[in-house]
């Protein structure tokens, strides 16, 4: 029997920018609320009558719409994502512009553009100046950022194999109509309120799990609920500057090291864009790639740092060895994973190694990036795993001239083509890198910092301004024009380069 989703008609009939816009404007009173407790009357207001006005004006368009219906289907879901990055960050910028006073509204505007691309790229260079209403803000926007994202790729970028999908399966020519319910026949809008139905739930408890967790390791509730929620939504956004500011110390890490696991795989936490009989995450190409990545690194570096340390007379000392294991094990799957944390113990780790150019992995491990329909960013693994599989089959047909490859468990989820649309994909992001690139290049950063910026942006880890750069690049002194480059490559970061040409296509409008 077809499951009949009952809904209300009123909200059907929104456009789904118009829900986002709701939603986040009550989604600015908690902060507000928090903000009356600690006595910040004047941060509290700011974030009350902002959200306030944001309601009265959503209510107000919502009526004036009267009973008409939407008829745009897939591309207007997708062109309201797009309004949801780039426009929606007005509006949520006015009350951390109110709350500051000093601060100029472009900071603020490339603040939320950061926060709620999941990319947590932090202008400001003094975590103390924000009052903590502010950081709950950004938070919550980072966090509502991820969910949109765990939403839109079931209900969104997979019906339309954009966003990873169009190297699975599913994405072949006749291999869409295999998912969970039909998705592709299904109204948009209903299909979007049944997946947020099925996913919220998850995606909150978890944070919720988290926060609990973080507290009982001796966290403070402000900096553990940031925390928790930016782990979750793979956005970087921390109170405290890092985890490594954070109270909860080693125990804190080791339980945000386990729930970074949730960005490597959608099917660590849903299996409603998969195929019948895929489902089994010790056969996911993805999660077995980053288990790959995230112990093969750190074991391969930890290896090559014994054997320094032991030609010292080093290796003795077995605890500074173990922390520094662990500070590169946490390191690489924060960075991975796209979060952008950095480990308490990562400073021993490249003390005790002599590792000099860290950068350079850190920012490898960032294009990398996690799973498809996940909330992190990236190139995405199994776009990685698609051109590997392709480059083993070229080199047994080195050897094996007219050998015919037989379809295996492991190429079940991808389609015949997967490896050469990985590699556009691929070419498509380098193009882009590079011309991000040359654009803050012309604006007067220089290369280094123009590379490094360009890949933080696009693969939504913003953290790697203050990582993998041989000095922190202090974002407030950018150039206004630099600043709305990176807003526009953290944007095309989150959609990815082929939601926007699918944008300008006109086929996929007529259709």
């Known amino acids: 029997m077809r499951r009949v989703v009952k809904t209300p008609v009123g909200v059907l009939r929104l456009p789904l920018f118009l829900l986002i ?7 600015m009173w908690p902060p507000a609320i928090h903000a009356l407790i600690l006595d910040d009357h004047d941060t509290s207001r700011s974030f009350f009558y902002a959200g306030l006005a944001g309601v009265i004006l959503v209510m107000l368009i919502a009526l004036s719409m009267g009973n008409r219906v939407p008829r745009y289907g897939m591309p207007g879901q ?9 426009v929606l960050p007005l509006f949520l910028a006015v009350p951390v512009q109110d709350a500051l006073v000093s601060t100029r509204f472009v900071n603020a505007y490339f603040d939320m553009v950061s926060a709620i691309t999941t990319t947590g790229a932090d202008i400001w260079d003094d975590p103390g100046r924000l009052p903590p209403s502010v950081h709950l803000w950004r938070a919550i926007v980072g966090w509502l950022g991820g969910l949109l994202m765990w939403v839109a790729a079931s209900a969104v970028l997979a019906p339309m194999s954009l966003g990873g999908f169009e190297v699975t399966a599913k994405g072949e020519p006749g291999g869409g109509t295999a998912g969970p319910g ?3 026949r299904a109204d948009p809008r209903r299909q979007l309120v049944l997946v947020t139905r099925t996913l919220a739930p998850v995606y909150t408890g978890l944070t919720m799990v988290l926060w609990l967790l973080l507290m009982i390791t001796g966290e403070q509730a402000l900096t553990g609920l940031s925390h928790a929620m930016s782990v979750m939504a793979t956005s970087g956004v921390s109170a405290t500057g890092g985890v490594e500011n954070a109270a909860s110390g080693l125990a804190g890490e080791m ?22 009989g895929q489902g089994r995450l010790d056969k996911d190409p993805e999660f ?26 080093a290796a003795e000392d077995l605890l500074q060895a173990l922390r520094a294991f662990w500070g590169t094990l946490f390191t690489v799957m924060s960075f991975l994973s796209t979060t952008g944390f950095e480990s308490l113990h990562w400073d021993a780790a490249r003390t005790w190694s002599g590792l000099e150019t860290p950068g350079m992995i850190l920012l490898g491990l960032a294009v990398f990036g996690g799973g498809v329909a996940t909330t992190a960013g990236g190139v995405k693994l199994l776009r990685v795993y698609a051109l590997y599989l392709n480059g083993m089959r070229e080199m047994e047909r080195l050897v094996h001239p007219h050998s015919v490859s037989g379809a295996g468990d492991r190429t079940k989820r991808l389609q015949k083509n997967g490896a050469f649309v990985a590699w556009i994909f691929f070419m498509l992001f380098a193009l882009s890198l590079a011309l991000v690139s040359t654009a803050l290049a012309a604006v007067g950063s220089s290369f280094e910092q123009s590379l490094v910026l360009a890949i933080a942006a696009l693969s939504t880890t913003g953290p790697l301004t203050e990582s993998a750069s041989s000095a922190p690049i202090v974002l407030n002194l950018l150039t206004d024009p630099a600043k709305f480059i990176l807003c526009i490559a953290m944007v095309l970061g989150r959609l990815e380069t082929l939601a926007f040409i699918a944008l300008l296509s006109p086929n996929l409008w007529r259709g």
Do not use: K, Q, Y
């Open 21 to 27: 816009w709701g939603i986040a404007s009550v989604a």
């Open 288 to 313: 077995r790639t980053g288990l790959l990545i995230v112990f093969g690194v750190p074991l391969l570096l930890f290896l090559w740092h014994w054997f320094a340390a032991f030609e010292v007379n």
């Open 182 to 184: 039909h998705m592709e």
């Open 255 to 276: 339980v945000m090291f386990l729930f970074m696991f949730f960005a490597l795989s959608r099917l660590t936490f849903s299996s409603d864009t998969v195929t019948s």
């Open 78 to 86: 997708l062109l309201s994502l797009l309004a949801t990055f780039t």
